[in-house]
């Protein structure tokens, strides 16, 4: 395995999760890699290798683009196609792109676009916190990375990219863009919608004395199903536009399934209700077993 | 304040807890409290002894029934209902009965026909475990506790179940029973039952490769949102099947909500889902603070 210069374009929470991992990590494969930061704020950078988390520093996206053997753009969907039709033209000959943002199809059709060596990514990793200074650094760690590559890529950038993650722990699967944007839709998209709604439709009461109820009767099983909806507003209106289509089915199968359920109850068949919470129960379960959590 | 004999019936967690909490608690209001216990299973109810949260045992629920100057009800909720038409004639002149319960509505009906001394409590106080073993002995510390006294009810033997609370660092909430269930309904059944519909659209999937997707693709934001899902399916059968009206009421309130954020969506209106996500965001921060979770 040659050994590659790893560009980093945006030095969030994951993206110093990843530089950490591979800078101060104890596997192999991560000696692999030389690893450089870009940042809009210099001093953000600066910090990282002062920390040890990076080798160097890209003082402008054009020089980020051509210092890397592998570039790896961290940033908000709208920012990384932005950032490929810029400056994907800066990239030498035998490097390939890649990003972790959580929408493909908008991505991948920047890509096309700009004739980019492209393979998406999509690390299954987060926490609630962001910036540098919230790294974690084995999130990576046994974490599902979808590697999503365009129609006709090469299989030895595909493999360049595949072993960037493999190096920091991650299992990689391969999935294409259009598939993979309708899964997250189902696994992460409909979940933040429908737990915004329900924090909505709990907390948003005008009557101050029912609104102190609520507060109050709302516990430990709220908080953990309501958690998702505190995140990124910002975030989230960028991740849903770009996946727009895929999101309106996923939230129609999700309605079939809801509907199902209340007609249980409407009709008075508890029976049916308990058999279907238990296979719900059933299926957490067999989930939680093959994820480990 | 006068000594009370506190008999509970039925010894599971929350059982456990309370009677831990008043034998082995340090608040001088916890002193005042004999705690004897029922469990059918009579090896339950003499390990708690021996383990020294109880001060002793009754044999049957006749004598727990007698025994008691509160007897408080901690089993299933058809149970209840079954226990206070059963026993609730064995009690004292001067003896107040009250329950845990999730819902009130029925267990007040059932108390109100059998002519009871009956005050209605629910803590908002819970975890994933059940069992005498899976005890937490500051489980009710800054708890709400909710006290839900039948018109017309005695004030003296409100106070004396909200001292019984208060004695373990329970906030007590007077609150009608109707008022409760509708609570309820919003704060914690509608919860589970959208986290079952929203697990059940996510994993169960019949096409294998598409199903080992998906629970590749969710992580641990899903992972919180369902979590409630995965409790007892008998349990909620129980609760749902006892507060059916009120449930089908706060699942409409729901939908409302749900179908005001997607329609943003199918209009292209990401501005106001913005607006509308980030204004969750700020209920559940102050509702976070409020709770200090």
């Known amino acids: 395995m040659a050994e590659e210069r790893l560009v980093i374009v945006g030095l969030g929470m994951l993206a110093m999760s990843l530089a950490s991992s591979l800078k101060l990590g104890r596997r192999k494969e991560e000696k ?5 930061g870009y940042a809009r704020r210099k001093e953000v950078a600066e910090k990282a290798v002062k920390d040890g988390y990076l080798d160097g520093i890209c003082a402008t996206p054009e020089e980020a683009f051509r210092t890397g053997s592998i570039i ?9 196609c932005e950032f490929i039709k ?24 920047a890509a096309m676009e700009a004739e980019a060596a492209f393979i998406g990514s999509h690390p299954m990793a987060g ?4 910036g540098p200074d919230a790294l974690v650094p084995g999130i990576y760690d046994n974490a599902s990375i979808f590697i999503v590559p365009p129609e006709g890529a090469e299989e030895n950038n595909i493999i360049r990219i595949e072993d960037l993650w493999k190096a920091v ?4 699967l391969r999935i294409g863009a259009k598939e993979h944007d309708s899964l997250v839709a189902h696994t992460s998209h409909v979940p933040h919608i429908i737990s915004s709604a329900l924090a909505l439709s709990v907390l948003d009461e005008e009557d101050e ?14 908080r953990d199903t309501i958690r998702v909806a505190a995140s990124s507003p910002r975030m989230w209106k960028e991740i849903l536009s770009n996946n727009r289509e895929a ?15 209340k007609k249980m109850i409407e009709e008075n068949d508890f029976d049916a209700f308990e058999k279907e919470f238990a296979y719900g129960g059933e299926l957490i379960r067999e989930w ?6």
Chains 1, 2 share one sequence.
Do not use: W
């Open 32 to 36: 692999n890699y030389k690893v450089y």
């Open 72 to 80: 790896i753009l961290t940033l908000p969907v709208p920012v990384i």
């Open 86 to 109: 810029k400056y994907s033209s800066y990239m030498q000959k035998d490097a390939v792109l890649t990003d972790i943002g959580s929408v493909k199809g908008c991505i991948e059709d």
């Open 127 to 130: 926490t609630e916190l962001s």
């Open 169 to 172: 722990g991650g299992k990689t």
């Open 209 to 222: 004395k029912l609104k102190a109820q609520r507060f109050a009767g709302a516990a430990s099983g709220f």
């Open 247 to 261: 999101v309106l089915e996923a939230l129609e199968d999700h309605e079939k399934r809801y509907y199902r359920m």
């Open 288 to 293: 939680r077993k093959a994820k480990k959590c």
